[in-house]
Every structure is written in structure tokens, then in C-alpha cells.
């Protein structure tokens, strides 16, 4: 296997066909491109996805922990589905403090508390062979009306692209954080890169567009970036996209970071980036919902019968690598941690 996320490749050969039972309450099940699975339960569904719990505390074990959890709450969050519950399960290494664990558990309970979502069940203790960033995995639900889901499947001909934040976000924030005194940016420039940070979570975006409009699908931008969340709301649609470069918004700070790290921003990670497909009449309420949140987006393109993703009429090459860890590893050799 390489190294990240498993490609689409990986998943058709190694996994589409050993999912276990077939079971008649499973509404979504694995789909390459899709952040979740759905289940039926009596007149509601349960949107589930599973996802490691990392804290990279190098950022801060407050920032550290904010991330942490974000990241376990935004597939299901991309159902349009407000999380209701999450199981965590923390594997930290041996000699980890009480005040370390308390300290990433405060920010879980007060970002569950803020979105309404219980710490319903999990496990915690210390093991050999465990250590950060990685400890443990986290499992979150969000319960709704069918009516209220958005499948990753949706995506229909006609359909708008809309996207929010732009690329990068993520690579962004991690290395303006880390690594902005460093770096040889103008202030301005720097300060823009620590703030792209705060934009890491795609949580709030997902749930105002999907209650905003009729929205038929959402992917978030995580590893490989903008480009490859093209590819994969292509792929579990069965549909094309036609994008416009232009149109893609692009945050301050993002730029400067990925020229001076030599990265292209549109294949760097960029969690807090959600690509939407949006019905025609519903792209202005959807674009006025995210713009009265402070979230800014774009109307970048069309959903087209077909396959695949192109750029301006060009085929968008599917990325096979994230500059992000390579840009960090070389900065932390450069800088220090």
C-alpha cells in the first residue's frame, strides 16, 4: 500500500467486493469517493463515518485537539446531517499525563457540546507501540429525516459546482501555524496563513448549504486536495465536472505558502474545503446562506454526463501524492519543530 489514503484503484481491487453482508437497511454503503455510509433505521437513517483521531501537538494541544475533532465529526457532517454522536476510541502512548488526556477531552466536550453532539461511547487507555500523532479512531453518527440527506451519489447533469474556501486551506493553516516566523513571507502574508487554520473544518459549511437549498452531493477536499475531491465526487456520482480555474476562491495566504514551499495548491490537503453539487435554482439562496456565515464560496463550474473532471476544457489530472507531509518534514529539518 502507499503511503495516505488508499487510492481508487486500491479500493476496486481490494475492497468493493468484501464488504460483508448484504443487508436491506444499508442505504450507502463503501463507495470510493464517499466520506460516509448510511443506514436505515425505522423512518430515520443514521449517517456514519470512522476516522483516526490525530493530534499533532506540535500545533498546540488546544489547536492540536480543535482539529482532532473536526476531523472525526465532517464525513458525517456532509450528509447535511447535523453529528449526534460520537465514539471515541484513544490509544495514547505509555507515560502520556492525566493533563495531556484532559486537556484534548476539555475541547472534545466543549466542540460536541457546541454542535449539540454526545460523547456517547468509546475507549481510553495507554499501549506499547502507540504514539502521536495517531491515538486511536473515533466513529461519529448523525441521525435525521431521509428527506434531509445528501448522498455523495447525488451529483446530477445540470447540477452547479459550488465551492467553499478554495484550496489548500488545511496545508495552509498546519504550516503557517508551525512554521510562519520562518518562513521568509511578508507579515501580512504570514498572519494570513496562521488565520487559514481556523478555516480547517468543513462542519459548518456542509450544514448551511444543505439547509440552505437543494444540494445533491458534498465532498470535503482532505488528502490530495481541491483536484482530487473533483475527482472523487465525479467518481461516486458516475458523473463529469466542468470547472473554471478562475472562479475557485483562493484565501489569503495560500499562494504565498505554496510558492515558496514549491507545492500546487490545488492537490495540496485542504480539509475545511467542501465541493457541492447544487440544483440551478438553488445556487443563489445556497451562495447568500454561506456569504450571511462568513464562509466564502463560489459557483466554479457544472456537473456534466460523463466522466472524469476538466479545468478550463482540459482533463484535470487525479493526483497521486499531498505535498503537505513532505513540505512539513522539510521545514521541520530546516526550522526545527
Same mark, same amino acid.
Given at each position: ?40 433505521? %425505522? /423512518? @430515520? =437513517? +443514521? ?5 483516526? $483521531?490525530?493530534?499533532?501537538?506540535? *500545533? !498546540? ?96 447533469? %445540470? /447540477? @452547479? =459546482? +459550488? ?5 489548500? $486551506?488545511?496545508?495552509?493553516?498546519? *504550516? !503557517? ?100 453539487? +447544487? ?59
Amino acid at each position: 500500500m502507499d503511503d495516505g489514503k488508499a487510492s481508487g484503484a486500491f479500493f476496486d481491487e481490494h475492497i468493493a467486493d468484501r464488504t460483508g453482508a448484504d443487508r436491506t437497511d444499508v442505504r450507502l454503503g463503501p463507495t470510493y469517493g464517499a466520506d460516509f455510509g448510511v443506514v436505515d433505521v %425505522g /423512518d @430515520r =437513517v +443514521v449517517a456514519l463515518a470512522t476516522d483516526p $483521531v490525530f493530534v499533532l501537538r506540535e *500545533l !498546540g494541544l488546544e489547536r492540536a485537539a480543535w482539529f482532532a475533532f473536526h476531523i472525526c465529526v465532517s464525513d458525517v457532517a456532509l450528509s447535511g446531517l447535523p453529528p449526534a454522536h460520537l465514539a471515541v476510541d484513544l490509544n495514547l502512548p505509555p507515560g502520556t499525563s492525566t493533563e495531556t488526556f484532559d486537556r484534548i477531552w476539555d475541547v472534545f466536550d466543549r466542540e460536541a457540546r457546541d454542535l449539540g453532539a454526545s460523547l456517547t461511547t468509546g475507549h481510553t487507555g495507554t499501549y506499547e507501540g502507540c504514539a502521536f500523532p495517531t491515538v486511536g479512531g473515533a466513529t461519529a453518527l448523525a441521525v435525521g429525516d431521509p428527506d434531509d440527506l445528501v448522498v455523495p451519489t447525488g451529483a446530477r447533469p %445540470g /447540477d @452547479r =459546482v +459550488v465551492v467553499t474556501k478554495g484550496p489548500a $486551506v488545511e496545508t495552509t493553516g498546519f *504550516l !503557517g501555524v508551525l512554521f510562519g516566523d520562518d518562513l521568509p513571507l511578508a507579515e501580512t502574508e504570514a498572519a494570513a496563513a496562521r488565520e487559514r487554520f481556523a478555516d480547517a473544518s468543513p462542519v459548518r459549511d456542509a450544514l448551511t448549504m444543505a439547509a440552505a437549498g437543494d444540494v445533491t452531493a458534498m465532498h470535503d477536499a482532505t488528502e490530495r486536495g481541491l483536484a482530487n475531491g473533483f475527482h472523487e465526487l465525479a467518481a461516486a456520482s458516475g458523473v463529469g465536472l466542468a470547472v473554471d480555474r478562475d472562479a475557485v476562491p483562493v484565501l489569503p495566504g495560500v499562494d504565498a505558502v505554496c510558492e515558496h514551499f514549491g507545492m500546487d495548491p490545488w492537490t495540496a490537503s485542504s480539509e475545511g474545503t467542501v465541493i457541492a453539487a +447544487v440544483a440551478p435554482d438553488s445556487v443563489d439562496s445556497v451562495l447568500a446562506a454561506l456569504d450571511e456565515a462568513a464562509i466564502p464560496a463560489a459557483e466554479v463550474g457544472v456537473v456534466e454526463a460523463g466522466a472524469g473532471v476538466t479545468v478550463d476544457g482540459d482533463p484535470l489530472p487525479e493526483p497521486t501524492a499531498d505535498p503537505l507531509w513532505p513540505a512539513y518534514q522539510r521545514a521541520r529539518e530546516q526550522y526545527g519543530e
